[in-house]
């Protein structure tokens, strides 16, 4: 899958999650600094860097978040699980899609 678009949208925390979910009017977008891990509802597009597999990051080049432009490097925690359609991390649970396709 390296090198595919994707779409990853968070739709929940992970249970054990490493960092506290984050809310809108606390997480600062584009800081390295956060307290909390992404909001539910966070979603950004981009190219995958990474096949998606448990035990390490996955990590995308970032192009646009929340429907703006927005070049970026996407690192995650550790990836939990993967079935195809919905990624758990470490923090939190995403329903990825394939764009292009």
């Not at 739709?11 to 600094?33: I, Q, T």
Request: charged share 20%; hydrophobic share 40%.
């Amino acid at each position: 899958m390296v090198g595919r678009r994707v779409r990853l949208t968070k739709v929940d925390a992970s249970e054990a999650h490493l960092a506290p979910p984050g809310d809108w009017a606390e997480y600062r977008v584009g800081s390295a600094d956060n307290p909390t891990s992404l909001p539910v509802g966070y979603w950004f597009e981009g190219v995958l860097g990474s096949d998606i597999r448990t035990g390490v990051p996955v990590i995308v080049a970032r192009t646009s978040r929340n429907g703006v432009a927005c070049e970026g490097l996407y690192v995650s925690t550790n990836v939990v699980s993967w079935d195809g359609a919905l990624l758990e991390t470490q923090n939190s649970v995403y329903r990825v899609e394939l764009l292009g396709v």
